[in-house]
């Protein structure tokens, strides 16, 4: 069945196809133009040949895997024996390569598929670019940190990078690690006040850990091409940022600037607070939104509280907090993995990995058909029928119809009666009093009642 409604509406209540995703992407490029970036950024390609000499070794690590169909968690030894690396380095490198997006993530026993970035990596810039953003996003997972490290300064110190990092971009060349050191006791010092006003003084008592794990920072940074670091025995003399680093938090920062300057500003808010605010934007303000609130939280964190707004009682802010999670990209595909096996998140875990694995929809034009099954494709309809019922109106309720897998009315009603949706009664009721034929109403009203008392 196809749309009675030619615009965009605010109201996106089904999660696109990659196909569809395709064609909505290829229109708003068209009619939107990139910021310019500032004076002394280095032009996309000369900024897709660095990150591509950083992730070199990654990518002849997956190319390797892909072609054996071998993870090297199962195989170093030979994968170090065959691309001339130790077994040590296959373990950093593979680990790169699946941050970065280049393989799909799977168990070590597993065959090993390659990702979008790795098919286009030498002929699209772009796909080079986002698999090194990726690996920055997700920086604290690319080199471990110390195993007897105090777990919550830990959390602390993750979470005051960016605003390092933001710094060291605007002041436009090296920061000292005196100066570092403070900007990092600081900002620690006001998160932890917005927990519990008494924790404020909690960084002055433990400096030297802080200290520690911002070296520990600083090194995992440098590693992934983002910063240069000088350092004088064990700590940070002064740091840096690279072109990459430099042009990723330019990029961030142009982000948080766009969504400060629009009326839902929703920055410092919650993840239910925050899609909330995105709920009546067009797609592309929202997805504004999704990465200014993204690109002042570390990754890990960012997802957690996304999943958990999605696992609540509003289908809609669950079908919006994915569609914020696809702006995170490849750092939450472990857990959306893991979330698929949740049945309240299971069909749309399934289509933002169907979509992930698409990747880059300029290189696909095939559907998703399949990707559900028609059980859970009616579950999914039903979820986004009741987010049209509590956020819409009737109007929306019945252009909802057109896009459920069923062909008929008849046919849709008749399986929902089993599809075991919690809101399953208030759907059908909601949609018996908005249809406008009398015969079709009263057998949704009869499936509503037969629902409602267990009937057949």
């Known amino acids: 069945m196809t749309s009675r409604t030619p615009r965009e509406p605010r109201l996106r209540l089904v999660p696109q196809t990659p196909t569809q995703r395709a064609a909505a992407g290829r229109r708003a490029s068209a009619g939107r133009r990139a910021p ?11 900024l897709a040949r660095r990150a591509r000499a950083i992730l070199a070794d990654a990518v002849r690590l997956a190319h390797w895997a892909e072609r054996t169909g071998t993870s090297p968690d199962a195989a170093a030894e030979r994968a170090a024996d065959e691309l001339g690396l130790t077994p040590t380095q ?16 799977s168990a070590a026993s597993a065959p090993v598929r390659a990702g979008w970035r790795l098919r286009a990596w030498d002929r699209d810039d772009t796909a080079a670019l986002r698999g090194w953003v990726a690996l920055f996003d997700a920086w604290s997972l690319a080199r471990p940190a110390p195993p007897d490290a105090d777990p919550g300064t830990l ?55 802080v200290v520690r794990l911002l070296g520990w920072a600083l090194d995992t940074l440098s590693s992934v091409g983002a910063l240069t670091l000088h350092a004088r025995s064990h700590h940070p003399e002064r740091a840096r940022l690279t072109e990459l680093g430099s042009w990723a938090m330019w990029t961030k920062l142009e982000h948080i600037c766009i969504a400060a300057q629009s009326p839902a500003g929703n920055i410092e808010q919650s993840a239910v607070a925050m899609l909330r605010g995105c709920a009546n934007l067009t797609p592309g303000p929202a997805r504004a939104e999704y990465r ?3 690109a002042v939280r570390p990754s890990g964190p960012a997802v957690t509280e996304l999943l958990n707004a999605a696992r609540g ?37 399934l289509l933002w990995l169907a979509d992930h694995e698409e990747g880059d929809p300029r290189d696909h034009t095939d559907s998703a058909h399949g990707v559900l099954t028609r059980a859970e494709e009616t579950w999914l309809w039903v979820d986004t029928a009741s987010a049209a019922h509590e956020h819409g109106a ?18 849709l009603v008749n399986e ?19 249809h406008p034929d009398p015969a079709v109403a009263k057998r949704v009203r009869r499936a509503a009642f037969q629902v409602h008392t267990g009937g057949a």
């Open 292 to 294: 200014a609130w993204l």
């Open 394 to 411: 009737d109007r929306v309720l019945l252009d909802h119809v057109d896009a459920a897998p069923q062909p008929s009315v008849v046919e």
């Open 416 to 434: 929902i009666r089993t599809c075991g949706h919690p809101r399953t009664v208030q759907v059908l009721l909601a949609l018996a009093a908005a």
């Open 90 to 105: 296959v373990r950093e490198h593979w680990g790169r390569a699946r941050l970065a997006g280049l393989v799909e993530h």
């Open 155 to 209: 959390a602390d110190v993750v979470a005051a990078v960016p605003q390092l990092l933001s710094v060291m971009q605007l002041s436009d060349g090296p920061v000292t690690g005196a100066g570092l050191i403070d900007l990092l006791r600081r900002r620690i010092s006001e998160l932890r006040a917005d927990r519990d006003p008494a924790e404020r003084d909690a960084a002055e008592r433990d400096t030297a850990e």
């Open 36 to 46: 310019t970036p500032p004076k002394g950024v280095a032009p996309q390609d000369e």
């Open 313 to 349: 009682e509003d289908a809609l802010i669950r079908g919006l907090a994915f569609e914020a999670l696809r702006v995170v990209g490849a750092p939450a595909l472990p857990a959306i993995r893991a979330a698929a096996d949740e049945p309240v998140l299971r069909p749309y875990a």
